[in-house]
């Protein structure tokens, strides 16, 4: 393998599963049935990325007590349950991407806001349990931005940061990558919008998935 990198880390949400608009709207309808304040789709994309406690606090900081926040996360896992159910797809290139690039040499590894649960569920409906070397969720390290979960990748797999990469679709992707000096790939085509990104310096932009797989089988044989 010649390239400078041998892991790559991916976000989950809105970098390989289209489930943006079930999250916004699994939020949306656990705040409907809480009665609390209705936010914009945006408000509750902008989240995407974070813990759910952390993306709840940040919804929502006038709120105390804890007993909000359980009725939250219990209501909000209901109703995206109903969309897992619907089968979320993969954003096209993902299926076929990422079995490519373990054939060609790079560990796969995750780093998600989502919980272990929710990714366990989200694993064994893609068949994808075998996929990845190591994976890392909000409810077992710290939440994104903070790059614990990231410096734990690492350990696990026994690399430095530069010799991973991090794709994610959000700024809390960017920023944990950049905050230990990981090079970082945005996509377009997820909850924040790319300028938003753009300020953290990616060494890569993408709209598709393919155009990172064929980059990566690039630098190969460079």
């Known amino acids: ?47 995407i990325g974070l813990g759910l406690s952390e993306a709840l606090q940040t919804l929502y900081p006038s709120l105390s007590g804890g007993q909000w926040q359980v009725d939250m996360r219990e209501q909000y896992t209901y109703h995206f349950r109903q969309w897992e159910q619907k089968q979320l797809a993969c ?42 070397a190591v994976t890392r969720c909000a409810d077992e390290t710290l939440s994104k931005p903070h790059p614990q979960m990231l410096l734990e990748i690492l350990e696990v797999l026994q690399l430095q940061p530069h010799q991973a990469l991090m794709v994610g679709d959000t700024e809390f992707d960017m920023a944990m990558a950049s905050d230990i000096g990981m090079d970082c790939v945005a996509v377009s085509y997820g909850a924040h919008h790319l300028d938003r990104l753009q300020k953290y310096q990616p060494v890569l932009c993408v709209d598709h998935f393919n155009e990172l797989v064929k980059w990566l089988h690039k630098s190969l044989t460079v």
Request: glycine residues 6%; charged residues 20%; aromatic residues 8%.
């Open 1 to 47: 393998m010649k390239s400078s990198y041998q892991a790559i880390i991916f976000d989950w949400d809105g970098t390989l599963l289209d489930s943006t608009l079930a999250i916004a709207e699994s939020l949306k309808a656990a705040a409907t049935d809480l009665q609390l304040p209705v936010l914009s789709r945006k408000e509750y994309q902008d989240i």
């Open 91 to 132: 954003f096209e290139g993902v299926t076929q991407g990422l079995p490519q690039l373990k054939q060609a040499g790079f560990d796969l590894a995750v780093a998600t806001g989502k919980s272990r649960q929710g990714l366990n569920r989200a694993l064994a409906a893609k068949n994808w349990n075998e996929l990845f």
